[in-house]
């Protein structure tokens, strides 16, 4: 059951806040796809519409919590609010937790400003969104609308004005009791609630969110991409891929932004959890003289025999066309690969594609049978794979049955397909494109000419369960605040820790005493192969100061580690701390979910303590930096 609640607000009660004129139109438009749409229209579905007058503060969490609240985890719950956004000053409260700046974003109700109605703030949605996804509930938002300062979003022949004139702005914070029913207020430690949820959201911090006779230009371009695919829909890290690069064309003033929270993965299909691959061609992009496709390592690009390698141009993502051109690549980047290609070409002004890319992988096939001999010639893993005699990883072949085998491991087997034929080896496939790209992310070295000095850049790693704690800093020399903590090790890259049956828990904070801001993103490769960027808010941290921050709290989420089997003797996991100039703009790209195996494996969240539940900005090379923490738990034979 797909369950929707639509809200769209021309017309405002407050008689300073500007009103609208394609905000309704956004909730027509999305409404006559999902039932026109040859595959969306035949979902059961049940839609709520909250317009102008009836789309007030009380009505909205009403309907949040009555129309969302019938959903269960076979469901879910997709949430569009096409109107104004702004900021509103934070509670003193939030910015000594640390979990807010002096501004919070905001969506404007209908009644905003009227008689001591508030707006409906970000920590309020987080609320609402916490108690959808806890029933299990996919959560997907879509926001049209302005999300910082007080720049709202502009009527048509209006693209270069900023109606902020026109709003009432509060002067002082409102009281932490004010906010949904008092819910931050009666918490004894302040913690926003965790959530699991996908989110769609028009424009950057401090950016236009534009609409025309149309209606919201981000509306329109959603409903453009998907009214595109009509044999399969596209996963929200392809839709959001599509609008940007759309928008970008008719609006290069407004960024759209993809966020995703908690468990969720951007390659489920929209509106559904079916996974689908890393799309196959990617948009070539000019950003002044530069030429860049979205690839790079965060996809487990490896800069090895890369350099200076000519690669097809496409004009349409067709395999069966002939190539224009050949693009040689100049750099491989964290989120980007740099290219050099005829301008002419360009000049064109055509759609250009570039295939996916990648550099085979050492690989030891033992006794194949005839279907994998088969694939193994083909393109799609013939692209992928370099067959050796001798390497770590191994596909082996037993009775029809297929296993992947990593030698170093006293477990070693990471993959067995108990079925048999053309399922077992697409199986194997997708499983060793999984292994790749781990391989390839836990590998990534910064440059050795970088601006960031990382002797500056401290990271203090915190494990702990009730009764235990260790402290270890990732530092390349003895700062004056690790003298002072007795549980430092210099330079430390490697911890052992012994699993006495508490879980572990564990917090990342940085210091950043380098001469620039950066920002800061903790990834997470588990023994079962799952990458996950761990810090959902990323943060800037100003340079120059002796203050730790901390970027992750695995104990508000109920997470920790040494979850692996009973009879697993130790438990390796790995952990890359990214700091970087300038925000990535697709962080999402880092995750995947781990290997599924037909093998009973017990990698689980748990409830921390618990034994009872038994188990585009263009990132550029030079820019950023990498630390890296392997967490050795090791357990008793």
Known sequence: MLYVLFIGIDAYQHPEIGNLQGCKKDVSKFDELLNSHPLLKDQEKEVFTLVDEKATRKNIIEAFRNHFGKSNKKDTALFCFSGHGTTEPSPQEFINAGLEGHQLESLLPYDSRVDG???????????????ISNRGTQVVTILDCCHSGSITRLNKNEYSRSRQDYSVKYDQARPLEDFLDGFYSKQETLQIPPAEYLALCACEPQQKAIEDDRGGRFTSAIIEV????TQKLPSYAELYAQVNYLLSLKQPIQNPQFEYFGDVNPYWHFLNKELIDV??????????????????????????????LNIPVYEQNKEDQK?????????????????EIDPTIIEEKKHLTIPFISNPFPLKVTNPDEILKNKLIQHEFTSLLQIVPDTHYEIRCEEGKYFIIDNRRSENIICYTSQQGEEAVQK??????KIIKWERIKKIEHSRRNPINSNQVIIKCSFNTPHSKKEVFIAPYETKE??????????????ELDFTGQFFTYEFSVLN?????????????????????????FKKIESGNNTFYTIYNSLQFKKGLGIGKKNQLQELDHFLIFAVKRPLKFPFLFNQIEIQNDLDRQFRNIDIWSTSKKDSLESQSSDWIVKKLEVVINRKS
């Open 279 to 308: 799309p196959a061609y990617f948009d070539l992009r000019k950003t002044g003289k530069q030429h860049f496709i979205d690839i790079g390592l965060v996809h487990g690009l490896s800069k090895d025999g890369f350099q200076d």
């Open 482 to 495: 690790a003298k002072q903590n007795k549980y430092l090790d210099y330079g430390i890259n490697r911890v």
């Open 117 to 131: 109605i508030y707006n409906i703030a970000d920590k309020e949605l987080r609320v609402l969104l916490s108690e």
């Open 226 to 229: 998907l009214n595109a695919y």
């Open 513 to 537: 005493q380098s001469s620039s801001p950066l920002f800061f993103y903790l990834v997470h490769l588990s023994q079962n192969f799952s990458i996950q960027v761990k810090n959902e808010d």
């Open 323 to 339: 190539a224009l051109t050949k693009a040689r690549i100049k750099s491989i980047n964290l989120e980007t690969t740099e290219l």
């Open 428 to 433: 194997i496939y997708h499983s060793l494109k």
